[in-house]
């Protein structure tokens, strides 16, 4: 008789925390499956993951000079 404590599914729950039948945490807007990190805003929304929200440097957009905004 097959102990259930053996069982694959029940060790890596506990080794995980996740349920079986979510195994890995899935981006509720893309869908990405295994994601390591949602991004969320002032509202406590899920804006993404690291799929599907991209990162930009702020510098790079401003359109003005930082160094002479001094007015
Ligand atoms: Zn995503």
């Known amino acids: 008789m097959k102990s259930i404590a053996d069982a694959p599914d029940i060790r890596r729950t506990e080794a995980t925390g996740w349920p079986v039948k979510a195994r890995w945490p899935v981006c509720p807007v ?14 406590g929304e899920i804006l993404g993951c ?20 001094e007015d």
């Open 30 to 43: 893309c869908g990405a499956e295994g994601c390591g990190v949602f991004y969320r805003d002032g509202a």
């Open 50 to 69: 690291e799929d599907c929200v991209a990162e930009l440097d702020a510098w790079e957009l401003s359109e003005d000079d930082p160094e002479e905004r």
